[in-house]
């Protein structure tokens, strides 16, 4: 910026006024300086140019606030005035220091440079008796230089401050963005994990309640039986539903997250589907294998979605569920069941996700899931995830 225009690096811009706080103070100590220095004048050049001495005195007080609203203008007009009496000086080297702060170097520097050549010219004809012209001429770049060097230093330090909190302010604007990120995509696990177990639930659910409606002649211990698992079923049900509002809607979810499933509970997941009705035979091949959390959690959810979706989409129908693998050999996942031309009852609503859900889990664990119905009218789900040796 070369011109006086508005500078965001001062307290005001271009045209707004700093206040008479600012003003009336520095007018009053420059109005000092003026007097004392056209009091120290020689005497000759006091009683001849005392007039000019105290006009250009007055005018380089009355230029304060507009060295305040425009600084560059201002030291070029008191660098004017300089050329014709020492009670500009003052006001000169104040519009100097105050450039260096706000301008870039080279607006700062031309001012000094402008200033130490209209003081050259001011001591030519009014030559100082007591100091030679070149001891003066170099009193002044050196004073000029100074003036230009703190305000520059002024004005990095500024700057460095200013970038400083700003790098804060991105810091810390990052940071709770990556806060939001981190608990958004917590969040959304957490609640893709009770959607699977709350979509089991239901189906067993559902189940039980099919008995219930088609099988009224049943012996009263069944029926009281089946009762109590429909009953304790919802009360289970209602609580991950809740779970996963909660999860939805709270902007901190709850520290304690209830233990997340593994291959261990394989066996009661089988024999809750069993209790429903399904007719499952488990080929587990991973009895023992030291198998990772996380993998163990993906082939339990697998597991689960698949009886899910065979109880919605061909209930009464068998479900044969075969695991094996072994480390650098990766996992292999297989669920298949016939597919039956024609049901009595009619299918459980579901959300037309759970296949998707399926392939979304597959492809974060790096592996590969196919599905489709055989030639054996047989509709198999198939899996394979890595496992590191």
Not at 335 to 364: D, I, K, S
Request: proline share 6%; hydrophobic share 50%.
């Amino acid at each position: 910026m070369t011109g006086d225009c508005a500078d965001t690096r001062r307290p005001w811009g271009s045209g707004h006024s700093p206040g008479l706080r600012v003003e009336v103070p520095i007018m009053v100590a420059l109005t000092a300086i003026i007097a004392v220095t056209i009091y120290g004048l020689p005497a000759a050049a006091h009683e001849q140019l005392l007039g000019l001495d105290v006009v250009v005195g007055v005018i380089s007080v009355a230029m304060v606030p507009v060295l305040l609203r425009w600084p560059v203008a201002a030291a070029v007009v008191l660098a004017l005035l300089t050329l014709v009496s020492p009670a500009a000086t003052a006001g000169a080297s104040a519009a100097t220091m105050l450039v260096a702060q706000s301008r870039p170097f080279r607006v700062a520097a031309a001012i000094g440079v402008g200033s130490i050549a209209a003081q050259a010219v001011q001591a030519a004809w009014r030559p100082t008796p007591s100091l030679g012209y070149g001891w003066w001429l170099a009193l002044i770049t050196v004073a000029w230089a100074a003036l230009v060097g703190w305000g520059v230093v002024i004005r990095v330090r500024r700057e460095l401050l200013e970038s400083l909190r700003e790098r804060a302010r991105r810091a810390e604007a990052d940071r709770d963005r990556r806060v939001a990120e981190a608990r958004l995509a917590e969040r959304t696990r957490i609640a893709r994990e009770m959607h699977d177990v709350l979509a089991h639930r239901l189906t067993l659910l559902a189940t039980y309640a099919g008995a219930l409606e088609y099988r009224p002649d049943a012996a009263p211990e069944k029926l009281s039986a089946a009762a109590g698992v429909v009953r304790s079923g919802v009360r289970e049900a209602l609580e991950e539903l809740r779970a996963v509002i909660t999860v939805l809607r709270d902007d901190d979810p709850a520290d304690e997250i209830r233990p997340q499933p593994s291959l261990d509970d394989l066996d009661r997941l089988v024999e809750e589907s069993r209790d429903a009705g399904t007719t499952v035979a488990l080929e587990n091949g991973l009895v023992g294998a030291d198998l990772p959390a996380a993998a163990g959690r993906t082939v339990y959810r697998i597991v689960q979605e698949g009886l899910t979706n065979a109880r919605k989409h061909a209930p009464g129908a068998p479900v044969t569920v075969a695991l094996d693998g072994e480390p650098g050999d990766g996992l292999r996942i297989e669920l298949r069941n016939p597919v039956p031309v024609t049901t009595a009852a009619a299918p459980l609503p579901g959300a037309g996700m759970g296949l998707l859900g399926l392939t979304e889990r597959v492809q974060l664990a790096r592996g590969e899931l196919d599905h489709g119905i055989g030639s054996d009218g047989e509709f198999r789900l198939r899996v394979r995830i890595p496992w590191p040796a």
